[in-house]
């Protein structure tokens, strides 16, 4: 049985503001309760503790970590949790000084105690994190895990940092790089998007694959809607003004709608002149990533940082390329972004904390242009080509978040990794593949050197660059 990475693995609906700082750490306390039920150890759990590590310590608190570890302990899933409820809900463990396991047994919880913060970083990845159950005032149970990126949680076992969390599965295409995708595409005469959802189905019944990926889309629309209609302050202490709110309002005008299914036709109606284009691409981006930042439900592609680029593209043809695409095309296009982003995954990483910014940015450009160029007709090697180009143009891009927020420049580079994906996708289409230099997975390769080269200050631990150059009193 061989390890397969599905499109449902790399878009994710999820909470933010990080995918490997909040989504990770939440996921992880929810397998280590697992754990616990499994050692039949769970019921007589007296106290847990929770030791972060490496950029998970540094900039853990502007993540929302500690917050994303106390709701996981707690039983909350960050797919369903009502957002509304998050706050009340920290509140309770913070005022009572108890934290209620897995929804069932409550234990004393100190959040000062039993949190740790610790800078030093641990040997197999940046991400680290170390739970501890007691049972009076003995360990009962320990275990560290590491959180690598889009939401994905190993432990140290695994070889290396590469060789990721997967679905065991048995699918009809084994795919491990570009060449091989482009190669079935070749023998089956068939798009990407058709050969991804021949893996699917090895998985799933199309029913449920046609509903989980339109479910995956009406969760980033929504997204994009709520971020439009809501303005104020970002929390975190930056105080960044949403813009995404003014920019949609002098934009759309004076129009009727009522829900974001509405608002989507609404948009489709309006008169967009050439100008507008990119200002709707980069409002649709701003709107998902401050959502994003204020620990909103989003949708990883392929992490909660760069969760605005594939929304926005896709609302991109929606509205500018094709007035008449529906369901069909908003599933083709994810079926697409997914592989892409897997074969990122599978050859490099889509971890700020292993790679900088270009594993989220540059990956999620690379997923969406690759996507948008099939819509518009491209060939799969011009699909592949897309994807490079994307890449191409975000290799070194570095992660350094001021105050270890997921703000500045995380929000604003949304918009850049989605105007470049629809220029990649122009590009790749105006061009003969026979012509192409460099393939897809020369970059990835490239990719992965540049993220092992590149000086760790720059990869999510707000050591270096804008996070020095500019600190929280200059905001």
Not at 163 to 174: G, S, T
Not at 180 to 201: D, G, H, M, P, T
Not at 226 to 231: A, D, L, R, V
Not at 261 to 280: A, C, M
Request: one cysteine or more; aromatic letters at 8%.
């Amino acid at each position: 049985m061989e390890e397969c990475i599905s499109v449902f693995d790399m878009l994710k609906i999820g909470i933010g503001p990080s995918s490997s700082h909040t989504l990770g750490p939440w996921r992880a306390a929810e397998r280590f309760l697992q754990e616990l039920k499994e050692e039949n150890l769970l019921p007589t759990v007296t106290r847990i503790k929770t030791d972060l590590y490496g950029s998970l310590s540094l900039t853990g608190k502007g993540h929302a970590t500690d917050l994303a570890v106390m709701l996981g302990l707690s039983g909350q899933d960050p797919e369903y949790i009502p957002v509304e409820n998050i706050d009340g809900i920290i509140k309770i463990i913070k005022d009572t000084h108890l934290i209620n396991l897995g929804n069932q047994y409550p234990i004393p919880y100190q959040f000062a105690d039993d949190i740790t913060f610790n800078k030093e970083f641990l040997p197999f990845h940046s991400n680290g994190m170390t739970f501890t159950a007691f049972i009076g005032n003995e360990i009962a149970y320990e275990a560290t895990y590491y959180s690598i990126g889009g939401g994905f949680v190993v432990k140290e076992e695994r070889i290396n940092a590469k060789e990721k969390i997967k679905i065991k599965c048995a699918f009809p295409y084994m795919i491990n790089n570009a060449a091989e995708l482009l190669a079935f595409c070749k023998s089956e005469n068939k798009s990407i998007s058709e050969i991804v959802y021949e893996n699917e189905k090895s998985m799933r019944t199309e029913e449920v694959i046609d509903h989980e990926l339109m479910r995956i889309w009406n969760t980033m629309l929504e997204c994009m809607y709520i971020g439009c209609h809501t303005s104020g302050i970002l929390p975190g202490g930056l105080n960044v003004r949403r813009r995404a709110f003014d920019m949609h309002q002098n934009l759309i005008g004076l129009s009727n709608y009522s829900n974001p299914q509405t608002w989507l036709e609404q948009i489709r109606l309006t008169e967009v002149k050439f100008r507008q284009i990119l200002k709707w691409v980069s409002c649709f981006a701003l709107a998902v990533n401050e959502v994003n930042a204020a620990l909103g439900r989003i949708v990883t592609a392929p992490t909660n940082g760069s969760a605005g680029v594939i929304p926005s593209v896709l609302m991109y043809y929606l509205v500018i390329e094709n007035h008449n695409a529906g369901p069909k095309e908003i599933k083709q296009f994810l079926l697409v972004a997914g592989e892409i982003g897997s074969i990122f995954k599978k050859g490099s990483t889509i971890s700020a904390a292993m790679g900088g910014c270009q594993a989220e940015i540059g990956v999620s450009s690379s997923m969406a242009a690759a996507a948008l160029c099939e819509l518009m007709g491209g060939t799969p090697e011009q699909v592949l080509m897309a994807a490079e180009i994307a890449m191409e143009h975000h290799l070194g891009l570095t992660c350094d978040p001021i105050g270890g927020l997921v703000q500045i420049p995380c929000i604003e580079r949304n918009t850049m990794g989605a105007i470049k994906a629809i220029n990649a996708a122009e590009l790749a289409l105006e061009t003969d593949p026979k012509n192409a230099k460099v393939p897809l997975d020369k970059v990835v390769d490239t990719m992965w050197q540049t993220a092992k080269d590149m000086n760790n200050k720059y990869k999510e631990t707000s050591e270096g660059g804008l996070a020095i150059a500019v600190n929280m009193a200059d905001c």
